[in-house]
């Protein structure tokens, strides 16, 4: 039999679980399309990139470019990429929406698996990205805060979108 | 006629005008055309013209064909490539681990001089399905765990977790206790110092688990919360009459379980399922760079059959904590304060022992890093830390003329350590690379000064 321990906290738990939270937090590849880019028609882009090309953007990133993992969706005003990037041991799906002038339009999580580090979702983690271009460094700690908690998530979204802004800018930029 | 056809018939007579106006100039004045010789040019214009149209709707067809096919085509080829799988064995299970070895030099006397391969872990995750994870992790602390070495196997975590819905999953199993800003990111890739603190290991424990099930989520706000109900303490693990120090160095004070939550957590083996505890975490991170949070751990110790009559005793836990990470620098802060209600009796009951239990214990810190230099991978970080601990801030029932610390010296000709202290650590790290860290430190103990020492370290995590 348990004691009569009083047990204050639960009913905490249920009034939290009530609480009023927005629910845009996972998205559908389709959803994900639709918050971006509204009812716009997008043209799947193939991604073919030579030898030559990942290792542009592997320099020009810094980061390493796992080509396979990246989709890309042309619109008349900008570019949806989406995209995979290892959170802590598990992957996080995210969206970038780029304008045509290359600047970061808007950054989504549509999936984020792990137990730990779920604050990268956050709009205030999210909302640093918007206006970046490859022009920027996009790097933690310089450009771009990390959330203490969500450290190698936020590291990784972040290293992601620098490699897509590379990638735009030797693929799509200008044409 | 339709419009059409007399606007093609106007158009075809202006033209025939024109041309035979130009060929009149030209050369010899032609044949005459007749109005239904026009006529039928017009009406095979505009067969023709019909044709051509036909033609052009079956090729743009063609085309729309040819791109949703190839647009099929690309799409299916990077669902693929982006579904596949990331390990070698299934893409659902998940392969990681952490350790660290530790070189530690005690100045004052060099012969207690150790090096440790104080952990070595490994974690097994499987995803059972789109919502469901099953997480492990496994544990060989000091590289050797049998019946005769100081060694153990340990079950850090084993829980299932599972996504409710969007804002909230539920876990159940043994799991780490959200508190502080170290418990649930322990690798030594994510602290500085070669060992972990000592407030979030005497004060909070370190690694703390509880066996329970909890509820949790994060908000696009930035507001994470966790709360649950969990196993609690044990006072059966409370050594109250030891003969000789439990510690005698910085080492021993973190590896021998002697701090009051330490001791009595009971890391779900074999745990006491009468006493239920109860707890509650929020994290604030709405602004990049900046985490505030705070938790709150409560409930009644499991108490020994022996002494009988010990009336109920409620342990609460509760911890503040900052970090600001404005750029290349890191200050972080943490304050944690337990009390344990109604310890009067039990310690009356024991009076004159070596290790009275305290109601209250406490500890703070302050810590500074800056990234000073970072050229790719490489990153090298000072970091400074200044914390106060005290495992034995208050007690009740200590009968007059005894005191909580043995006066005199023990068995070993050395004073009893005292279970507070003031710790200045000032050190370094360099990451070869995220997952790989070298550490060097220095330890300066204001009370027990004969603890300070030099430590060494070499972390990584995967």
Same mark, same amino acid.
């Given at each position: 039999?348990?004691?009569?321990? #009083?047990?204050?906290?639960?009913?905490?738990?249920?009034?939290?679980?009530?609480?009023?939270?927005?629910?845009?937090?996972?998205?559908?590849?389709?959803?994900?399309?639709?918050?971006?880019?509204?009812?716009?028609?997008?043209?799947?882009?193939? &991604?073919?990139?030579?030898?030559?090309?990942?290792?542009?953007?592997?320099?020009?990133?810094?980061?390493?470019?796992?080509?396979?993992?990246? #989709?890309?969706?042309?619109?008349?005003?900008?570019?949806?990429?989406?995209?995979?990037?290892?959170?802590?041991?598990?992957?996080?799906?995210?969206?970038?929406?780029?304008?045509?002038?290359?600047?970061?339009?808007?950054?989504?999580?549509?999936?984020?698996?792990?137990?730990?580090?779920?604050?990268?979702?956050?709009?205030?983690?999210?909302?640093?990205?918007?206006?970046?271009?490859?022009?920027?460094?996009?790097?933690?700690?310089?450009?771009?805060?990390?959330?203490?908690?969500?450290?190698?998530?936020?590291?990784?979204?972040?290293?992601?979108?620098? #490699?897509? &802004?590379?990638?735009?800018?030797?693929?799509?930029?200008?044409? | 006629?339709?419009?059409?056809?007399?606007?093609? @018939?106007?158009?075809?007579?202006?033209?025939?005008?024109?041309?035979?106006?130009?060929?009149?100039?030209?050369?010899? *004045?032609?044949?005459?055309?007749?109005?239904?010789?026009?006529?039928?040019?017009?009406?095979?214009?505009?067969?023709?013209?019909?044709?051509?149209?036909?033609?052009?709707?079956?090729?743009?067809?063609?085309?729309?064909?040819?791109?949703?096919?190839?647009?099929?085509?690309?799409?299916?080829?990077?669902?693929?490539?982006?579904?596949?799988? +990331?390990?070698?064995?299934?893409?659902?299970?998940?392969?990681?681990?952490?350790?660290?070895?530790?070189?530690?030099?005690?100045?004052?006397?060099?012969?207690?001089?150790?090096?440790?391969?104080?952990?070595?872990?490994?974690?097994?995750?499987?995803?059972?399905?789109?919502?469901?994870?099953?997480?492990?992790?496994?544990?060989?602390?000091?590289?050797?765990?049998?019946?005769?070495?100081?060694?153990?196997?340990?079950?850090?975590?084993?829980?299932?977790?599972?996504?409710?819905?969007?804002?909230?999953?539920?876990?159940?199993?043994?799991?780490?206790?959200?508190?502080?800003?170290?418990?649930?990111?322990?690798?030594?890739?994510?602290?500085?110092?070669?060992? @972990?603190?000592?407030?979030?290991?005497?004060?909070?424990?370190?690694?703390?688990?509880?066996?329970?099930?909890?509820?949790? /989520? +994060?908000?696009?706000?930035?507001?994470?919360?966790?709360?649950?109900?969990?196993?609690?303490?044990?006072?059966?693990?409370?050594?109250?009459?030891?003969?000789?120090?439990?510690?005698?160095?910085?080492?021993?004070?973190?590896?021998?379980?002697?701090? $009051?939550?330490?001791?009595?957590?009971?890391?779900?083996?074999?745990?006491?399922?009468?006493?239920?505890?109860?707890?509650?975490?929020?994290?604030? +991170?709405?602004? *990049?760079?900046?985490?505030?949070?705070?938790?709150?751990?409560?409930?009644?110790?499991?108490?020994?059959?022996?002494?009988?009559?010990?009336?109920?005793?409620?342990?609460?836990?509760?911890?503040?904590?900052?970090?600001?990470?404005?750029?290349?620098?890191?200050?972080?802060?943490?304050?944690?304060?337990?009390?344990?209600?109604?310890?009067?009796?039990?310690?009356?009951?024991?009076?004159?022992?070596?290790?009275?239990? $305290?109601?209250?214990?406490? /500890?703070?810190?302050?810590?500074?890093?800056?990234?000073?230099?970072?050229?790719?991978?490489?990153?090298?970080?000072?970091?400074?830390?200044?914390?106060?601990?005290?495992?034995?801030?208050?007690?009740?029932?200590?009968? $007059?003329?005894?005191?909580?610390?043995?006066?005199?010296?023990?068995?070993?000709?050395?004073?009893?350590?005292?279970?507070?202290?003031?710790?200045?650590?000032?050190?370094?790290?360099?990451?070869?690379?995220?997952?790989?860290?070298?550490?060097?430190?220095?330890?300066?103990?204001?009370?027990?000064?004969?603890?300070? @020492?030099?430590?060494?370290?070499?972390?990584?995590?995967?």
């Amino acid at each position: 039999m348990l004691t009569t321990s #009083r047990i204050v906290l639960l009913p905490l738990a249920a009034a939290a679980v009530c609480l009023p939270v927005q629910a845009t937090t996972y998205l559908s590849v389709e959803q994900a399309q639709q918050l971006l880019f509204g009812d716009q028609a997008l043209t799947p882009v193939p &991604l073919t990139l030579s030898a030559e090309n990942v290792a542009t953007i592997e320099r020009e990133s810094g980061t390493h470019y796992y080509a396979g993992a990246t #989709r890309a969706w042309k619109a008349d005003n900008g570019m949806l990429f989406i995209d995979a990037v290892i959170g802590k041991h598990d992957l996080i799906t995210y969206a970038l929406a780029v304008t045509n002038e290359g600047k970061v339009r808007q950054v989504e999580i549509l999936e984020y698996r792990e137990a730990y580090g779920g604050e990268v979702r956050g709009n205030g983690f999210r909302k640093q990205f918007v206006g970046r271009s490859h022009a920027d460094p996009v790097q933690i700690g310089q450009d771009i805060q990390n959330i203490s908690g969500a450290t190698l998530s936020c590291q990784h979204v972040t290293d992601g979108i620098r #490699r897509l &802004l590379a990638l735009y800018e030797l693929a799509f930029a200008g044409k | 006629m339709s419009d059409d056809k007399k606007t093609l @018939r106007h158009l075809a007579l202006t033209a025939s005008a024109l041309l035979l106006a130009a060929g009149a100039q030209a050369a010899d *004045p032609p044949a005459p055309v007749t109005e239904q010789q026009l006529e039928e040019q017009v009406t095979l214009m505009q067969q023709q013209l019909e044709a051509m149209k036909a033609q052009l709707q079956q090729l743009k067809q063609q085309n729309e064909a040819l791109a949703a096919q190839q647009q099929q085509i690309a799409a299916q080829t990077q669902v693929a490539a982006a579904a596949a799988p +990331s390990g070698g064995i299934s893409p659902n299970l998940n392969l990681w681990g952490y350790g660290e070895i530790y070189y530690t030099d005690p100045l004052h006397d060099q012969r207690l001089a150790e090096f440790d391969l104080a952990r070595a872990v490994f974690g097994i995750g499987y995803r059972l399905d789109d919502r469901t994870s099953f997480n492990s992790e496994f544990e060989v602390e000091h590289a050797v765990a049998s019946a005769v070495d100081k060694g153990e196997f340990e079950v850090e975590q084993f829980y299932i977790d599972h996504q409710a819905n969007d804002w909230a999953g539920i876990k159940a199993g043994l799991f780490l206790m959200p508190f502080g800003l170290l418990n649930e990111h322990h690798e030594p890739t994510a602290f500085y110092g070669v060992q @972990r603190n000592f407030v979030e290991t005497l004060i909070i424990p370190s690694t703390w688990r509880e066996g329970g099930v909890g509820i949790h /989520g +994060s908000s696009p706000i930035g507001l994470g919360w966790d709360v649950g109900v969990t196993t609690g303490l044990d006072l059966a693990g409370w050594n109250n009459s030891p003969e000789n120090p439990q510690y005698r160095t910085a080492l021993d004070l973190e590896d021998n379980d002697v701090a $009051p939550m330490q001791a009595t957590h009971q890391e779900l083996a074999l745990a006491d399922a009468q006493h239920l505890s109860q707890y509650l975490s929020l994290n604030y +991170s709405s602004v *990049p760079g900046v985490l505030v949070g705070g938790a709150v751990f409560t409930g009644n110790l499991a108490l020994p059959v022996v002494p009988a009559h010990l009336p109920d005793e409620r342990l609460t836990l509760w911890e503040t904590h900052a970090r600001w990470t404005p750029g290349a620098a890191d200050f972080s802060a943490v304050y944690a304060r337990g009390t344990i209600s109604d310890t009067a009796k039990y310690n009356l009951d024991n009076t004159g022992v070596a290790n009275p239990l $305290p109601s209250k214990f406490l /500890g703070y810190y302050f810590q500074g890093a800056y990234t000073l230099w970072q050229q790719g991978s490489y990153r090298f970080a000072p970091f400074t830390r200044w914390e106060h601990y005290d495992m034995g801030a208050a007690y009740a029932g200590i009968a $007059p003329g005894f005191t909580t610390v043995p006066p005199g010296l023990a068995a070993d000709g050395k004073p009893w350590p005292q279970p507070r202290d003031r710790v200045w650590t000032a050190g370094a790290s360099f990451f070869l690379n995220p997952h790989l860290v070298f550490k060097a430190d220095y330890q300066d103990f204001a009370v027990n000064s004969d603890f300070s @020492r030099f430590d060494l370290g070499l972390g990584l995590s995967y």
